[in-house]
């Protein structure tokens, strides 16, 4: 749903009332080609653990099937949105960025032959520009993330839900501002667009989602319930790169820019077909207790945080979370920046880059449909031959993150030093086989805590999956331009560096352990049996 959302880097989003683990033709450039108009009459997409309180009361009048129908339509029109501004918003600020290089006034005249917009100093300024857009989002999304679960607490999960949508419609239309009077805004002035997220942004609109969805779906069938969610927005990002093509070889940018307003816009007015599912259970007329006091509600909250920091003790839980601060990089070499990636390296026009997109995204859903459950099935088989078979699923988790990690080192090693198109595509394909990584290590982190602390982990791990993409995108934007000023094979740098980030999470992964106890679940289940036979 958001740029986090085509790849099972998406933010895993749990409640307190439940567990909750995610399951993210080619051409070459003709400078006789003439260069179409954009403007004018010619103009042709974290958990917030405190949103599911356990003093919630459901209304047993949703109508569950109505309410999954909805979000199911949101979530393709919400990720359809994301991929299709990727590539138009690219190269409508790649041409911004190209008329200052040369000196001419932006929106003065036609655009620049594309061609001569992949300059060294106007592909790092753009990546820059790119970078410090991102990592903006991510750091607002992170300070308001608890402010709008408090909030959330307060009044209901709908109204926040509907901030935060409205947030991602104004970053688009600020965007749009910015990119339409060009030749008055400097293009740096699209960072302005950040301060939208002060809305919600997508962490908290995703937590929004599962949350109400948590609470209108029965336990067992929530699962199922997520996974058509997800694979809804997976379709959704799989598409519309190709379509966002399309649409540019034909109309130009623009177009395809405000095609991505109307379906952000549509989705948010959704929202008020929407109910309204969080309802505070009324205090109890005989407790008699008094309001709590500022220093009760301070004193009360500091011990919740060292309570739930009391899991970071446990030497797994703190390797996880230390793999989680390396993974957003992963996921953000596959979106924006790879359309201006290829552009750069392999001379291909933007228009055509979300064709490479959408074969990965292809093959994304092949391994998360098909060959991560074939495998997991596979290697706990007695039939199995012994150097491939684990003694159970809790080791199995562990050992597929470790070769899921693996590949993906593999897989960007390949795009980094990829000499053509046709191999860097088949390191996407190597890539993507490593797409389950970011649910087997949430699964794993899971096993080491109680359900009670379980939650507010998932919560950890999400924040920590936002905060990640802080320095992703600059890191990845300085690679690009020390590559481009080296020289040479040295392009492929970034890849190089989201390779070696691979290599850190699976050497931390080695120092990953099961639990020594039987399942946490089970334990609790049977310590529960165990008082009530001992009560007379």
Same mark, same amino acid.
Request: hydrophobic residues 50%; negative net charge; charged residues 15%.
């Given at each position: 749903?958001?740029?986090?959302?085509?790849?099972?880097?998406? #933010?895993?989003?749990?409640?307190?009332?439940?567990?909750?683990?995610?399951?993210?033709?080619?051409?070459?450039? @003709?400078?006789?080609?003439?260069?179409?108009?954009?403007?004018?009459?010619?103009?042709?997409?974290? $958990?917030?653990?405190?949103?599911? %309180?356990?003093?919630?009361?459901?209304? $047993?009048?949703?109508?569950?099937?109505?309410? #999954?129908?909805?979000?199911?339509?949101?979530?393709?029109?919400?990720?359809?949105?994301?991929?299709?501004?990727?590539?138009?918003?690219?190269?409508?600020?790649?041409?911004?960025?190209?008329?200052?290089?040369?000196?001419?006034?932006?929106?003065?005249?036609?655009?620049?032959?594309?061609?001569?917009?992949?300059?060294?100093?106007?592909?790092?300024?753009?990546?820059?520009?790119?970078?410090?857009?991102?990592?903006?989002?991510?750091?607002?999304?992170?300070?308001?993330?608890?402010?709008?679960?408090?909030?959330?607490?307060?009044?209901?999960? !709908?109204? =926040?839900?509907?901030?935060?949508?409205?947030?991602?419609?104004?970053?688009?239309?600020?965007?749009?501002?910015?990119?339409?009077?060009?030749?008055?805004?400097?293009?740096?002035?699209?960072?302005?667009? @950040?301060?939208?997220?002060?809305?919600?942004?997508?962490?908290?609109?995703?937590?929004?989602?599962?949350?109400?969805?948590?609470?209108?779906?029965?336990?067992?069938?929530?699962?199922?319930?997520?996974?058509?969610?997800?694979?809804?927005? +997976?379709?959704?990002?799989?598409?519309?790169?190709?379509?966002? @093509?399309?649409?540019?070889?034909?109309?130009?940018?623009?177009?395809?820019?405000?095609?991505?307003?109307?379906?952000?816009?549509?989705?948010?007015?959704?929202?008020?077909?929407?109910?309204?599912?969080?309802?505070?259970?009324?205090?109890?007329?005989? $407790?008699?207790?008094?309001?709590?006091?500022? !220093?009760?509600?301070?004193?009360?909250?500091?011990?919740?945080?060292?309570?739930?920091?009391?899991?970071?003790?446990?030497?797994?839980?703190? +390797?996880?979370?230390?793999?989680?601060?390396?993974?957003?990089?992963?996921?953000?070499?596959?979106?924006?920046?790879?359309?201006?990636?290829? @552009?750069?390296?392999?001379?291909?026009?933007?228009?055509?880059? &979300?064709?490479?997109?959408?074969?990965?995204?292809?093959?994304?859903?092949?391994?998360?449909?098909?060959?991560?459950?074939?495998?997991?099935?596979?290697? =706990?088989?007695?039939?199995?031959?012994?150097?491939?078979?684990?003694?159970?699923?809790?080791?199995?988790?562990?050992?597929?993150?470790?070769?899921?990690?693996?590949?993906?080192?593999?897989?960007?090693?390949?795009? *980094?030093?990829?000499?053509?198109?046709?191999?860097?595509?088949?390191?996407?394909?190597?890539?993507?086989?490593?797409?389950?990584?970011?649910?087997?290590?949430?699964?794993? *982190?899971?096993?080491?805590?109680?359900?009670?602390?379980?939650?507010?982990?998932?919560?950890?791990?999400?924040?920590?999956?936002?905060?990640?993409?802080?320095?992703?995108?600059?890191?990845?934007? &300085?690679?690009?331009?020390?590559?481009?000023?080296?020289?040479?094979?040295?392009?492929?740098?970034?890849?190089? *560096?989201?390779?070696? $980030?691979?290599?850190?999470?699976?050497?931390?992964?080695?120092? =990953?352990?099961?639990?020594?106890?039987?399942?946490?679940?089970?334990?609790?289940?049977? %310590?529960?049996?165990?008082?009530?036979?001992?009560?007379?």
């Amino acid at each position: 749903m958001t740029e986090g959302t085509d790849s099972d880097e998406e #933010i895993t989003v749990a409640t307190e009332r439940t567990r909750l683990v995610a399951a993210g033709e080619i051409s070459e450039i @003709s400078e006789d080609t003439p260069t179409p108009a954009w403007k004018g009459d010619d103009s042709k997409s974290p $958990t917030l653990v405190s949103i599911a %309180n356990n003093s919630i009361s459901l209304p $047993t009048s949703q109508k569950p099937g109505a309410v #999954i129908g909805l979000f199911v339509l949101f979530a393709f029109a919400a990720s359809a949105a994301d991929a299709f501004k990727q590539i138009p918003m690219t190269r409508i600020f790649e041409d911004i960025l190209c008329h200052e290089y040369y000196g001419k006034a932006p929106g003065s005249d036609e655009p620049i032959d594309e061609a001569l917009c992949k300059a060294d100093a106007i592909q790092s300024d753009l990546a820059y520009l790119f970078a410090v857009l991102e990592a903006l989002n991510a750091g607002i999304s992170c300070l308001v993330a608890l402010l709008w679960a408090i909030v959330a607490d307060r009044i209901g999960r !709908k109204p =926040v839900y509907a901030a935060s949508s409205t947030g991602m419609v104004l970053s688009i239309l600020l965007t749009i501002i910015v990119a339409w009077f060009s030749d008055v805004l400097p293009p740096r002035l699209l960072w302005v667009s @950040s301060l939208a997220h002060l809305c919600g942004g997508a962490p908290v609109m995703n937590a929004c989602i599962y949350s109400i969805l948590s609470d209108v779906v029965p336990e067992s069938t929530r699962s199922i319930t997520f996974m058509r969610i997800h694979m809804t927005s +997976l379709v959704g990002n799989l598409i519309s790169p190709s379509l966002s @093509s399309a649409m540019m070889s034909l109309t130009g940018p623009w177009p395809v820019m405000l095609l991505a307003l109307i379906l952000w816009t549509i989705a948010t007015a959704m929202i008020a077909l929407i109910p309204e599912t969080f309802h505070r259970a009324l205090p109890s007329d005989d $407790t008699g207790s008094e309001p709590l006091t500022f !220093k009760a509600h301070v004193s009360r909250g500091v011990g919740q945080l060292k309570d739930s920091l009391s899991i970071v003790r446990i030497r797994s839980v703190a +390797l996880v979370l230390c793999i989680c601060l390396l993974t957003y990089p992963i996921l953000v070499c596959t979106l924006q920046f790879m359309a201006q990636f290829i @552009s750069k390296r392999y001379h291909l026009p933007l228009e055509k880059t &979300g064709y490479v997109q959408s074969v990965y995204g292809i093959a994304h859903m092949v391994v998360v449909l098909l060959v991560i459950p074939a495998v997991s099935f596979l290697i =706990v088989q007695p039939t199995i031959p012994k150097w491939l078979r684990v003694v159970d699923e809790k080791r199995r988790d562990l050992v597929l993150v470790r070769w899921s990690y693996a590949i993906s080192m593999v897989g960007t090693f390949v795009l *980094g030093i990829s000499p053509s198109l046709p191999v860097f595509i088949a390191g996407l394909l190597i890539m993507s086989l490593g797409s389950g990584s970011a649910s087997f290590i949430k699964s794993i *982190g899971a096993s080491h805590v109680d359900a009670e602390h379980r939650s507010r982990l998932f919560a950890i791990m999400s924040l920590l999956d936002i905060a990640s993409n802080i320095y992703a995108m600059p890191a990845l934007a &300085g690679l690009f331009t020390l590559g481009m000023r080296l020289g040479g094979e040295w392009i492929g740098l970034p890849y190089i *560096g989201v390779s070696f $980030t691979c290599l850190g999470m699976l050497v931390l992964s080695l120092f =990953v352990q099961v639990p020594a106890t039987k399942n946490i679940d089970e334990e609790s289940h049977e %310590n529960l049996v165990d008082r009530q036979e001992r009560r007379p």
